[in-house]
């Protein structure tokens, strides 16, 4: 074995010895309460049959788009699509990216320069934060949710200073206080940046647009692998930013655009969205079920959320695995939030409710949490 291939297998060893391995597993059967298909658009047959249809409409699309947007990959359909998304979040103008963890690299690992500060809630996504490191700028963390602890960051920063928030918090559901956030940047000459990734979809447009808020905020990341149940992402702003980025965010640069099928299952998804009414009520109605029926106390609280993301703290690794198998023995797909992914104290189950999950699957997963808690 190389010294590269023995580094390589200590490192992996040290993850299996402290429990924290990862490894690929293949689908399951079990009833899905931890995909991000909240509206259950990725097992739409009627989605299905649209993007078939639209496909079929353009007999000389390409199967792959053969070159980055700034070379031969570029097309009229990416570029009326990005409108269309702009337009129905309330936008000036988008940029389509190939993940919404490309977005968020690209995004601001481009936009501050040395000398300017980026502010982020302390349980911002990953993909936030590398795009942050990957920046010349001075970086910061606030305290979740915290106005006092981002206004201290915010008296400190220098230059243009961004701060980026989740609306919906991925791994705790809970939304970010946007209207305070939009307030005190504001104060402060700062720019806000809005993940939508969990909420578009519970809330058509995105919490800030649900709000009213859109035309306060600097820049949104709306990804389509969650509740659009596709993949891909746009970043939504004014028309000089998506110039901006065009021309400095490098996964956008030097990446082979999305294909013909990949933009007309997006195109597809947005349509449905548009009249998808019944699934946000099921959705809806489904997290206040969960919210009525589930039993907390304080040695296993349930997170604050009005979300689709339900979070039961159980305060150890051991304890968050034990209820995962018994959940999962029950036939539920509910998985273990461990640290280091989380803090230790709050590893957590992390249950993700959608449109289409049943009363029964509802009940036998409120009362399988139920037993478990009561039963200690
Ligand atoms: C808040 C948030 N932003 C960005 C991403 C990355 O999006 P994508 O999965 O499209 O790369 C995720 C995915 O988990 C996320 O939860």
Known sequence: MTSASEHLKIKIDERKEAGIYRSLKPGNSLVDFCSNDYLG?????????DVKAEFNSHPLSLNGSTGSRLLSGNSQYAEDLEQEIAAFHEFE???LFNSGYDANLGLLSSLAQRGDTIILDELIHASAIDGARLSNANRYSFKHNSMESLEAKLKASKGNCYVVVESIYSMDGDSALIKDIVDITERYGAHLIVDEAHAVGLFKKGLTNQLGLQNRVFATVVTFGKALGSHGAIVLGSKVLKQYLINFARPFIYSTAPSFHHLASIKMAYRLLNNAEEEIINLKNNIAYFKKHVDFNSDYPLLQSDSAIQCIILKNNDTARLIANTLQSAGLDVRPILSPTVAAGTERIRICLHSF?????????????NNFINAR
């Open 41 to 49: 658009f990725a097992r739409s047959a009627v989605l299905k049959e």
């Open 93 to 95: 103008a988008g940029l």
């Open 357 to 369: 999950n049943t009363l029964n699957e509802l009940a036998l997963l409120c009362n399988t949490v």
